[in-house]
Nanobody
Framework: QVQLVESGGGLVQAGGSLRLSCAASGSTFSINAMGWYRQAPGKQRELVATISSGITNYADSVKGRFTISGDNAKNIVHLQMNSLKPEDTTVYYC?????????????WGQGTLVTVSS
């Protein structure tokens, strides 16, 4: 199993920056990819950014503002969020895609709240 622990959320003014971190532990050898998702109340969870073997992918809404990076040796993924907007306010979840014989399964962190004030 893989456990994910997020940190770095908080309150920031519009235009400011925050850095989220996600530390993976357990069977980290089985991780194929990691990423960040976010979910606002009453809405579906949406992809923010992913990274796999150094290849990154971003939602259009965060391109140019957010940067995902990974430290494979430490099993940590970071999400640097710049030029934050009030609409970025929500809970952010770390995700890992776990490779099993039957396919990929998701592991999720507990979530960290990001609040951007106008």
């Amino acid at each position: 199993q893989v456990q994910l622990v997020e940190s770095g959320g908080g309150l920031v003014q519009a235009g400011g920056s925050l850095r989220l971190s996600c530390a993976a532990s357990g069977s980290t050898f089985s991780i194929n990819a990691m990423g960040w998702y976010r979910q606002a109340p009453g809405k579906q969870r949406e992809l923010v950014a992913t990274i796999s073997s150094g290849i990154t992918n971003y939602a259009d809404s965060v391109k140019g503002r957010f940067t995902i990076s990974g430290d494979n040796a430490k099993n940590i993924v970071h999400l640097q969020m710049n030029s934050l907007k009030p609409e970025d306010t929500t809970v952010y979840y770390c995700n890992a895609k776990i490779g099993l014989p039957g396919g990929l399964v998701d592991a999720w962190g507990q979530g960290t709240l990001v609040t951007v004030s106008s």
